[in-house]
């Protein structure tokens, strides 16, 4: 299968963004897998698959809503697997808005695995249309864990603070919250959890409105920020999203569950 055919195929399903690379990805590649304690030891095979396939992404409608499909073909990490006797390279993954991934590997001698080192297929061609088919719903359900970690933190069923102020504050910036963002802050507003920190001070450097394209598209502004250092999104729609665009789940809760658990 060629690339000009792959694409063909992936069309009917999805909607097909090609990556652009600053520079030369196949000089990149090489430079990865020729480095001096790589563990292929003959790279050629798993240089003309990415050379042919790489900078792919696909994206699709997830079966729950809310839910993007996101797969791509790129090149990653090598290691050596004990179990198959054979340096693998991480050569794509799939992704959903549940911020987990699973990733696919490719060994020296062109046989393609899963992550949990499961043989999926011995040739391009049968790679490729299991990549274009395999499904990805994984979402796991807020723990209790989750639960009593925001209770702590002050959060309750209901809550619901005074954010008039800040409503004022943002709506003279010209920055105008809708409803379900309205909602979001006046239920988790000034929740400090773990890593997590939802504000609603302007002055801390949020609700500055930004819009992410391609990858997961939305409309957000800032609100907190997690691990100290990467902001939270809000979307328009309630939404919460890294400072990549990449949606930390379905809804509010499942994003702190991610975060929370991470």
């Not at 792959?6 to 963004?17: N, P, R």
């Not at 797969?71 to 990653?76: E, F, H, Q, R, Y």
């Not at 249309?129 to 209770?151: A, D, G, I, K």
């Not at 004022?168 to 773990?194: H, P, Y």
Request: net charge negative; with cysteine; proline share 2%.
């Amino acid at each position: 299968m060629t690339r000009e055919e792959f694409l063909e195929k992936a069309k009917k399903k999805y909607e097909i963004i090609i990556l652009k690379y600053n520079g030369s990805y196949h000089d990149l590649v090489l430079k990865r897998l020729n480095k001096e304690n790589c563990a292929v030891k003959d790279i050629s095979k798993i240089n003309n698959f990415l050379d042919e396939f790489s900078l792919i992404r696909l994206i699709s409608d997830g079966t729950m809503k809310n839910d993007k499909i996101s797969k791509n073909i790129s090149c990653g990490l090598d290691s050596y697997w004990e179990d198959i006797k054979a340096g693998v390279v991480k050569i794509a993954y799939i992704a959903n808005t549940s911020s987990k991934k699973i990733n696919f590997y490719m060994s020296e001698s062109g046989d393609f695995y899963t992550e949990n080192h499961e043989k999926i297929a011995d040739n391009t061609d049968d790679f490729l249309e299991y990549f274009l088919n395999v499904p990805y719903n994984y979402h796991e359900p807020p723990s209790e864990y989750t639960y009593q970690m925001l209770r702590k933190a002050g959060w309750y069923e209901g809550r619901r603070i005074d954010i008039s102020e800040l409503i004022t504050d943002c709506e003279k910036d010209g920055v105008f919250l809708t409803n379900k963002q309205k909602e979001f802050i006046s239920e988790f507003g000034n929740i400090k959890v773990g890593e997590v920190s939802i504000e609603i001070e302007k002055d801390n450097g949020c609700y500055e409105p930004c819009y992410f394209r391609g990858y997961f598209s939305a409309y957000t502004v800032s609100v907190g920020y997690y691990k100290t250092v990467v902001r939270i999104y809000l979307s328009s729609d309630g939404r919460l999203y890294n400072d990549v665009g990449v949606p930390f789940g379905l809804d509010a809760m499942e994003a702190f569950h991610i975060m929370l658990n991470d």
